[in-house]
């Protein structure tokens, strides 16, 4: 890794909203950075072959747990966010054990997960007296609408630097997966579960740490999302379109590894085996700018909703 | 095959059902619930034969 270039690159990005003020611009950079982080949660499982379709409700889940908690007992999102990711790791183990206990992996895997954002989607719809229902939700202002005790802020530098502090842990917690046991364990598990399960690696629990571990950053996602964009709705927050939407960048970095262009690494990737084979790991990196990539649309689409 | 006719006549009749008394939308949670619960109790199919 390029250490100087890659200092140089965090001071200018730290710097960006001292230098320049435009809120328009920072605005998108920030939805750019918040979607990259939740994208990059989805990417922590699926690079080890476990598609999961249930992001959306994970995402779900820590946007609107946060939301409730603040409106209904005035919780502090500080403490709210945290108990968002511990409902969205709670809701990824009761998924993902019986799953992987009963050995559904592949397509069987996918659906299921799929079902599970589809019934987030539509719990949420469903509790409208609760939730908002397909109208939305909106977090009440406190104090004007600027409190670090709310965790709400007017400024969008303030939630840059925060969104940017978020975005950084992706690439960081992908460093750390990588270089693990965990990482080890789940590239045996993704080539053949029984081989991996003979030499003693416990198959199951090895498959619910990921899965909790991105669960639990998608939840974060959802719980920083709602904070900064002060309403949520269904459709924006949840479901399958939000699921499919983490997915995409993963596969379009599969497609074009950018990694392999300016650093070939030692393993091979296969384009046929993206979606549910056993697919090598594209590294943070590549991940990471296909993601940020396809957050500048994925932006634009929202900004009608969210511009304040 | 047979399984699948009867599957997709009992999940038509849970929505439907469910939105005589409950929100429509409940009606999608109970069937994709106990689509998931058949996932688990019968993986492979709900009136197949587990080989």
Known sequence: MNWPLCAIATVALVALPFVYHGAYPLHILVLILIWSFAYTSWSVMGRFGLVSLGHGGFMGIGAYVTALLWNYWHLTPWLGIPVAMLAAAVMALLIGYPCFRFRITGHYFALLTLALSAIALQVITATRDVTGGSLGYTPERWQGGSSLYALQFLGKETWYLIALGVWALGPLILWRVDRSMLSHALEAIAEDEDAAAAIGVNVTVEKLKITVLSATMTGLAGGIYCQYQMFISPDTVSGIAVTLQMERPYSAGFMFPLDQLSAPRSRSWRPSSCAFGSAPAPSAGTTLSTASCWSWSSSFCHRASSVR | ?51
Do not use: C, K, N, T
């Open chain 2, 1 to 51: 095959m047979f399984g699948g006719f009867v599957a997709a006549f009992l999940f038509a009749e849970i929505i439907s059902v469910s939105g005589l008394y409950l929100d429509q939308e409940w009606g999608y949670v109970f069937a994709f619930a106990l689509f998931v619960v058949l996932m688990f109790l019968r993986p492979q199919g709900l009136l197949a034969r587990r080989s």
